[in-house]
């Protein structure tokens, strides 16, 4: 069993998947201005790139792993139908279930993210700070940087020590951790050319082992 692993998606996924961010919503949520997201549940199937849609768009974290925006549900537009059952994104969902283990029936969240610089020239992309989000597996997949540095994913061995990674998710990084056991969280991302916003992109994958449609 691995507690953490650096994957890769192809070009041309990362190419496939790209466009499908510059759509995404704010939200009324505290960090829903810098962090546009859209939200989707899918049940893996018996066919090894075959995943089913679940009617969900509400998005709920108990403030035990959620200190920012614990206890509230959010609700979120499901990410678009066209992008969820793209070649880009089967590659990167069964990049998920085959390094896991992940069985049929297993129910994961996905988390379409784009953290976009404010007035500032500043965002944070995790305003939790050092967390794990009470799953059993975690994947980040860096799909673009735009007009920014910083926005590292950080990794540490318990909530208290120094992190023991710093790694920016370039353009097709697939970072999955065993969030059970490891803790992250992020830098904020700085613009470098102040005469536009800076731009993050990135998919969050999740799933609990135990979490399976009965």
Same mark, same amino acid.
């Given at each position: 069993?691995?507690?953490l692993?650096?994957?890769?998606?192809?070009?041309?996924?990362?190419?496939?998947?790209?466009?499908?961010?510059?759509?995404?919503?704010p939200?009324?949520?505290?960090?829903?201005?810098?962090?546009?997201?859209?939200?989707?549940?899918?049940?893996?199937?018996?066919?090894?790139?075959?995943?089913?849609?679940?009617?969900?768009?509400t %998005?709920?974290?108990?403030?035990?792993?959620?200190?920012f925006?614990?206890?509230?549900?959010r609700?979120?537009?499901?990410?678009?139908k066209?992008?969820?059952?793209?070649?880009g994104?089967?590659?990167?969902?069964?990049s998920?279930?085959?390094?896991?283990?992940?069985?049929?029936?297993?129910?994961i969240?996905?988390?379409?993210?784009?953290?976009?610089?404010?007035?500032?020239?500043?965002?944070?992309?995790?305003?939790?700070?050092?967390?794990?989000?009470?799953?059993? %597996?975690?994947?980040?997949i860096?799909?673009?940087r735009?007009?920014?540095?910083?926005?590292?994913?950080?990794?540490?061995?318990?909530?208290?020590?120094?992190?023991?990674?710093?790694?920016?998710?370039?353009n097709?990084h697939?970072?999955?951790l065993?969030?059970d056991?490891l803790?992250?969280?992020?830098?904020p991302?700085?613009v470098v050319?102040?005469?536009?916003r800076?731009?993050m992109?990135? %998919?969050?994958?999740?799933?609990?082992?135990?979490?399976?449609?009965?």
């Amino acid at each position: 069993m691995h507690l953490l692993r650096l994957d890769r998606l192809s070009a041309g996924a990362v190419r496939q998947l790209s466009s499908s961010f510059e759509d995404l919503p704010p939200t009324d949520h505290k960090d829903g201005q810098y962090r546009l997201r859209r939200y989707s549940v899918i049940e893996l199937m018996i066919e090894p790139k075959a995943i089913k849609e679940l009617p969900v768009n509400t %998005f709920t974290q108990t403030d035990e792993y959620n200190n920012f925006q614990g206890n509230i549900e959010r609700q979120f537009e499901n990410i678009d139908k066209d992008t969820l059952n793209s070649e880009g994104m089967k590659e990167l969902i069964y990049s998920f279930r085959m390094m896991n283990n992940l069985p049929p029936a297993t129910l994961i969240d996905i988390h379409q993210m784009r953290v976009v610089t404010l007035p500032d020239g500043s965002a944070e992309v995790s305003p939790e700070g050092v967390h794990q989000d009470g799953y059993d %597996f975690i994947s980040m997949i860096g799909i673009a940087r735009h007009n920014i540095q910083g926005g590292h994913l950080l990794v540490y061995l318990n909530k208290d020590d120094e992190n023991f990674i710093s790694l920016p998710l370039e353009n097709g990084h697939m970072v999955t951790l065993k969030d059970d056991e490891l803790w992250h969280n992020a830098s904020p991302i700085v613009v470098v050319d102040k005469g536009e916003r800076g731009y993050m992109d990135a %998919f969050i994958l999740t799933t609990k082992i135990n979490k399976r449609k009965n």
